[in-house]
């Protein structure tokens, strides 16, 4: 099976890279990037061939790409994709805005390719254990969710991030998406309504996006949610993030950290503190399970239509933000 990159701009591709080359019989043909600089860099470092353009990566006909461009670039990338006939795996949020994210899920049903949103919080081991004790009914009836999905302001690291018109927004688009992908995993799509409240407290001097946001979603059968969406960690912070759970149910508390597997590493020279995972791998899993559908010939577990709910809940959050009122939603399973 032959999978391509179709830019290199996110972050996650770097791990991807490994997580591809760890699938036996799979081979990586290369990486296209509109920026030829910082494809053919990544391509040198990872020892694999740079396309001068993405019309020259989809000549080789991959049976697959993945989409790690900015998140203004999804839909373009995406359709040329699926014109190719290449199954996409498309980097999350699906799109910064919702024509965009329809066009998108529309363009890879018509051309009969599978089109899989990178959610891999939902491949996450903890998070794997939840649901089976929902679906079990060991917790009895849930009452409500608080949750955090922190990280830094990614003003070093792929400062695109910050952009509004590359990214489509700040913390808020950056980091909702994935729990509101989880709560459609685990609780259905019957949200009521969105309400959110956003700030530029931190690094205001340095980027022009929400730094800080709080989220509610409130379910028609009256259970809801919170979500701490903020870029509140420090740069000096040992991981770019996290992803924690506290669940309020008829049976008890439940505390979920899905980045808990990890030793806390403190280095002299240069000076430095990180984390180095021992545990599961939950990109490996996502990229496993885009690889064997492929194979398979059926849908990912993820799908676009899951990257298009989750941009309705971050849409509503934004709407929220700029009225001060929650957002009525009429999202259906």
Excluded at 188 to 199: K, M, P, T
Excluded at 250 to 263: H, M, Y
Aim: aromatic share 10%.
């Amino acid at each position: 099976m032959k999978i391509g990159f179709m830019s290199f701009a996110h972050h996650h591709a770097e791990a991807y890279i490994g997580n591809l080359r760890a699938i036996p019989g799979v081979e990586l043909i290369g990486i296209a990037d509109d920026d030829a600089a910082r494809g053919q860099q990544y391509a040198a470092q990872n020892d694999t061939h740079f396309f001068s353009s993405y019309e020259a990566l989809l000549a080789e006909k991959p049976d697959g790409v993945l989409v790690c461009s900015e998140n203004a670039n999804h839909r373009r990338l995406v359709e040329m994709a699926a014109q190719a006939g290449a199954h996409v795996l498309c980097e999350k949020p699906l799109a910064t805005n919702r024509e965009d994210a329809k066009a998108i899920t529309a363009a890879c049903r018509e051309a009969g390719v599978q089109l899989m949103t990178a959610f891999p919080m939902r491949f996450s081991a903890p998070l794997i254990q939840l649901k089976a004790r929902l679906e079990a009914g060991d917790l009895g009836q849930i009452y409500c969710l608080n949750t955090t999905n922190q990280g830094e302001v990614p003003v070093v690291h792929r400062a695109w991030f910050v952009d509004k018109e590359l990214a489509g927004g700040g913390a808020m688009m950056d980091h909702i998406v994935h729990l509101a992908d989880i709560f459609n995993w685990l609780f259905g799509r019957d949200l009521a309504s969105v309400y959110a409240q956003s700030n530029h407290i931190i690094q205001a001097d340095n980027v022009d996006v929400e730094t800080g946001g709080l989220v509610m979603l409130q379910y028609a059968n009256g259970l809801f949610a919170t979500i701490d969406t903020s870029w509140s960690k420090p740069l000096n912070y040992p991981t770019w993030g996290g992803l924690t759970m506290e669940l309020i149910s008829q049976r008890g508390l439940t505390v979920i950290d899905a980045f808990s597997q990890n030793l806390n590493v403190f280095q002299q020279e240069p000076a430095q503190n990180y984390w180095t995972y021992w545990g599961s791998d939950m990109n490996q899993a996502m990229i496993e399970e885009f690889v064997n559908a492929i194979r398979e010939g059926r849908e990912t577990a993820v799908t676009g239509e899951d990257g298009l709910f989750a941009i309705e809940v971050v849409l509503a959050a934004y709407e929220s933000a700029q009225t001060n009122q929650p957002t009525k939603l009429t999202i259906k399973d």
